[in-house]
């Protein structure tokens, strides 16, 4: 049982700000001041989550005239573990690859696209999970692609649509 050390914070820390980047720049959506980031060793036993590297929180606005919070619960268990079975990734790269798609449902869900309390979650992380690799493909990244082959092998991706993935009038095309 592991949880993140200094060295893994300040990759965490990077890897945000390259996720953070490259939603920005493709939904032209800024995050800023709707969510934070904790991680396991600061939240406590009680947000752990078996079998996922983060899960999403909606917290309630200390005054009413606020927009919502969201927060990113890592796993660092999770990830610890799985990054040390899978020698092939990096930590930062994996960090990017996990922050890209948790700010994906961030922007979706605080824009409207999809709705946070949605009783059909599988469709919803299909279709990040679609667009978070996507936007990964479209902005390389040295690393990213162990960590896209990888969870192809582990977990097979969704599938593709020979068109495009529509996001609030924003096109991305596919040639996946």
Known sequence: MAYFHTGHRSMLVHGSLLAERIVSK???WSGDGLYDVITLAESGEDERREG???HLLL???QEKHKPPLFRICLQDIEICDFVSRHREIDLMSFFTFIMTHELLHIHRFSSGI????ESRKEDEEAFVDSLTRLLLAKNPLTGLKNVLTLLDKVEAAPLYSSTKIADQGSHFHAYL
């Open 59 to 61: 917290l309630s606005p």
């Open 26 to 28: 493709e939904t032209k």
């Open 114 to 117: 999809a709705d946070f309390f």
């Open 52 to 54: 996922v590297f983060a």
